[in-house]
């Protein structure tokens, strides 16, 4: 089946219904998005919340931490991003067609000098995100199309944070287990971006056959509790008040581990700079 959208869809049929699917995709619809060039580092930031789900548990937890984890871009710690580079997607609002069209605007205006980061927090199956309208079968939200995507944007630091059951599926390649401390002002956290190598980074909640917990005592995903408290400074291991997607990694996978007795644990996989800054601590 060939959607308008350019979405194909694939399946095995009996009796008028998909039983089994064969092969999908999503095509980069042709019309053009501006890069928006400029000599100045931006960040792009898309946030994905979903937790009322109709043919699926609800999720307690998942749209307050998207709204913590857009907070926390809107700070001077996590970039002081304006409204028109973030943009943020919680329940009825984060349709598959809506997600993909969100990423597509946002990150297509990235230049070779930009960050864009995806974070999605919901359930996830084997290869997929479920957007809110996923319906016990059609739309998913593919790894494969959110990489699509990654790749078809100009900018040099790419990240995707996933607080999703099985996200650790999400692979793009082999998994990944300063100076002198000073004060680190945002000027100097956008400076870190020009200086690390570019690359994509995917930090996933759990490995591709595990779960992904909520926890009523944080009141959080127990992933995103910990990748906030990295992000805030508890990962700055060599205390030069920037926090490196190695650092961020190192901390939340010890501690998620930690804390689910080592029934949840987290992937880092990607091509990308170890030195690639998430983040700055302030005095």
Request: hydrophobic share 40%; net charge negative.
């Amino acid at each position: 089946m060939y959607f308008s959208t350019g979405r194909v869809y694939g399946a095995v049929w009996l009796n008028g219904s998909p039983i089994k699917e064969v092969d999908s995709r999503e095509v980069i619809p042709a019309d053009p998005i501006m890069v928006e060039a400029n000599k100045s580092v931006k960040i792009w930031a898309v946030i994905v919340g979903v937790g009322r789900y109709t043919s699926m548990p609800s999720l307690k937890f998942t749209d307050d931490d998207a709204f913590r984890v857009y907070s926390f871009l809107k700070s001077p710690e996590g970039g002081a991003l304006p409204d028109n580079q973030i943009a943020i997607l919680v329940d009825e609002s984060a349709t598959r067609e809506n997600i993909l069209k969100t990423m597509r605007q946002y990150f297509l205006k990235a230049d070779a000098n930009d960050v864009v980061m995806l974070y999605f927090s919901g359930h996830g199956l084997e290869g997929c995100f479920l957007p809110v309208d996923y319906d016990g079968y059609n739309n998913k939200l593919r790894h494969e199309e959110v990489k699509q995507i990654f790749n078809a944007s100009k900018a040099k630091h790419k990240l995707c944070i996933a607080d999703a059951c099985h996200s650790g599926s999400l692979n793009y390649g082999d998994g990944l287990a300063a100076k002198g401390p000073a004060p680190v002002t945002l000027q100097r956290y956008y400076q870190a971006f020009e200086e690390a190598d570019g690359g994509i980074a995917l930090l996933m909640s759990s490995k591709a056959e595990e779960l992904s917990l909520e926890d009523h005592g944080l009141r959080q995903g127990v992933f995103t509790y910990y990748v906030l408290r990295g992000l805030k400074g508890a990962a700055d291991n060599n205390g030069d008040y920037l926090v490196t997607i190695k650092e961020l990694y190192g901390y939340v996978y010890s501690k998620v581990r930690e804390y689910t007795a080592n029934v949840q644990t987290p992937v880092l996989t990607g091509d990308f700079d170890d030195a690639m800054p998430v983040a700055f601590r302030r005095n």
